[in-house]
Every structure is written in C-alpha cells, then in structure tokens.
C-alpha cells in the first residue's frame, strides 16, 4: 500500500545528508516542519522551512525541551488515515496529518563516550525525539519514519517513483526505530547504573550492532551473526580486515581469544591458537624470535590456525611464517612490506586492530544458557612475582619465577583443567579442557615429548590448585624443576610435601583462571 507524502517533520542531531534530501523533499513539494539548529540548516541552504513553533502556535520554552511535545505534533503523526473519528477529530483541532518524521536523537552515548559530567550527560537525554519516534513507528501503517541517514536514499527513490512509500519499507523502518530508541534507552540505563555504583543492575538491557551476518555458526546447520557494542576498546570489535575470505564465526571466536592472549604481554609476544585454545606462546626479543619458539611448541596444531601478535607484523616475521597455512593474522598493525608479502595468501584474513586490548580493565562477559544469560567481569587479575608466595623449602630463581608468572598468564587462555609447561618465556607443553587435571598434566608432558621438547628443568602451571598430589609426582617423573598454582586445596599441605620431596620450588598465586 502506498501512501503519499505531502508533510514532513525533520529534527536531527546528526546533520550528514540532511540539505540534499531536505531539497529532494521542497523539489516534489513536500511542506517541511523543523525545529531549532535543523530549521537554521535548512535555512541557510535556501530551503524553505516552518517552524514547529508556528505550526502548533506554541512557543519553545524550557531551554528547549518542550517544543514537539503537542498534540498538533503527536496527533499529526499517529492519527489513523481512513479512520472517520480520528479524522473528524484531527479536522476538529486544526490537525494537519504529518506523513514523514526524519529523527536522529541528542547524541547522548557521544556525550558519555567523551567523559562529560553528570549535568551534560543528563541534558543528552531526548525526550521529544523518542517520542515521535515511537509515535511514528506505531502508526507505520501511515507514517514513514527514519533515524538513520543511511536510509535516504531508499526513501527517496520510492517518492520519486511514487510518490509516497510502500508498507513494506514503513515496517522496516519502524523495526528500525524501535531498535535505535531501544539501544538509546539501554545506553541510559546503563549510565545510571554506572554513576549509581549498579554492577548488576536488577533489570539489564544491552545494546550491539550488528557488523556482519555470518554464513553460518560453528556448524553449517547454524545461524550466526557477529555484534558489536558502541565504544568498544581495541579488538575484533575495531578492527578493519585488509585482506582475506570472510570470517567465519569459528575464526572470529579463535581471533579474539588470540588476541586477548598476546594483549597481556608488553614484551613481543605471539600466540598461535586453535579452537579458542593456545598451542604455542612466546615473548621474544622481537616477534620473529617470538613466533619461532612459538610454533616450536605445537606445529602439528599450529596447521590452520590463528596467530596474533602485540607488535606492528613486520616483513621478517612473515618470511618466518613461511607456507605454513594459517586462517587469519591478528596485529595492532602491519608494516608495507609485510602487507605486500601476505598479498600472496590471497585467502588469509589479515586483521589490523590499531590498538592493543585493555585486558587490566574490566569488562563484562555473557554466556547463553537455556531461558537466560550468565554475566561476570572478565578475568582481569593479573599476577606479578611479587604477588606469589614461596610455599615449598627450596625457592625458584629468578628465571624460574619469569617463566612461571609467563606460564600462569597463558594458563589464564587456556580452557580448564589448564596446565602450561613452559621454559625461557615460551610454552613447551600445554594441557587443555580435561576433565580430569591428572589427564591435563600428562597430556601437556606428552605434547612436548611430541615435539622434541625437554620438559627437565621446566616450569609448570595450573589454573587451579592441585587436588591431590599425584599431580606434582607426575610432574616430577617428567624432570618439571617448579610448580606455579593458586592453592587453597585441603590437601595443600600433602601437595607441598611432594613438591619438597622431589626438591622442586612451588609457589601460590591465590588467584584462580578457570576458563570453561
């Protein structure tokens, strides 16, 4: 069903494109309504323009924040076309009908986003704009409504073609404005809930756009889509992909676990992971160095998977990188030469993020379950060597408590029962997601066996503590010199005479990283 437009109310904050459709408008005859700065715009650009205030015969007053709300305005744009009483109402009242409501809202999540204080934030808060919003996108039936400027054009070319827009397009359009009042409402209350010290508030509304729709999830037979929250810190959620197939929802899961990974580090580090868990991290003295005792970890593993690293991806790297087939590359950056250099892999997703995560700060984190949604801080803690404590007779060296710090921050990545043999700040055997820990620790031994790697000497970490001490006695059949673990078993005290037993150096970190 088509229906004409002959009056249109534009009021936005966000002024792209408005002259040129605005003058598309006057040029098919369209009477305009405007108010405050959009009226002066349109003004100015010679387009003639009434007055909300002399429409309703109503002055703005209040600093502005009543003008629109009158019922010459609500009524012009939710009285019922065809529909008798409302018409005779709307002709009682001098109601003119309005057919066209162009909306952007006070840029209230920019206000937030710039740290501007509570009486600014506040005076960001549409009231006016919601409501006709709203008002429009009920009565879709006769009303087109936009919020987006995106949208234009398709307005546009349905008037020039006939005059008016077709029910179809109102629907999406009011589908559209009842989102972007929803997300302006979600930004609000989660304001509120900041500055109201609310961690959890009682009712939560989150707010995302979507980025992309996915071909299909970690299966064929599922549906995905990739969503983004407004201001989101450097990540997957920043980053412009330079080349490559496009992402799929495993490469985008395995991506950002990647990264969060090397993000923790401030020397050079690089990560290579598979299915969301790590099979070789390194530091280095660069990432060239970094990634060679990275991959020498796990290369079977390394074989399809993602690398990210906490440097600018530099040529030598790349050559370092060689033939080995890998899905996507994550990095804050990447030099010319390593670009030029990666053109060759004409299907490997290169992924430039132009900053590092902010893993120290906390955010939250959601997990689907059936009926609802789990919502926790991400595990921000980070454990340093002078957080741990020497729990065992001998006490670790210097370079044993680096590489035991380094092994418990990866530990942190990898998904639980989590154990992390590392040496010289590189990984050389990592255990992952056994239901049992004994199973996790021998799994991370036989890893590196696999790899030609000597665990003698070696450092081992554990995300949880050690329940019984049949763990430090397999760690010391594999020659493992000291054990990094949060404690707190009940049998903490068999577990450290074990380690002493064995002569090795054990720490607690009292910070657990089960990551399920």
Known sequence: MIRPITRALLSVSDKTGLVEFARFLAEHNIEILSTGGTAKALRDAGIQVKEVAEHTGFPEMLDGRVKTLHPKIHGGILGRRKVAEHEKSMKAHDIAPIDLVVINLYPFEATVAKGADYDECVEKIDIGGPAMVRSAAKNHESVTVVVDPTDYARVQEQIASNKGTTLELRKALAAKAYSRTAAYDAAISAWFSHVLGEHFPEQISISATRRQTLRYGENPHQKAAFYTYPNASAGLATAEQIQGKELSYNNINDTDAAFALVSEFSEPAIAIIKHANPCGVALGENITEAFKKALACDPVSAYGGIIATNRTLDAQTVEAIGNLFLEVIIAPDADKKAMALLEKKKNLRLLLTGGMAEVGKHHL????????????????????????????????????????????????????NAIVIARDSATIGIGAGQMSRVDSVRLACWKAEEAKLSTHGAVLASDAFFPFDDNVHNAAKAGIAALIQPGGSIRDEDVIKAADQHDMAMVFTSVRHFRH
């Open 365 to 416: 984190m959601m997990k689907a379950v059936l009926g609802g949604f789990l919502l926790q801080d991400t595990d921000a803690a980070h454990v340093s060597e002078k957080d741990v404590k020497t729990v065992s007779k001998r006490k670790p060296t210097e370079a044993q408590l680096r590489d035991m710090i380094f092994a418990f921050t990866v530990a942190k990545h990898v998904k639980s």
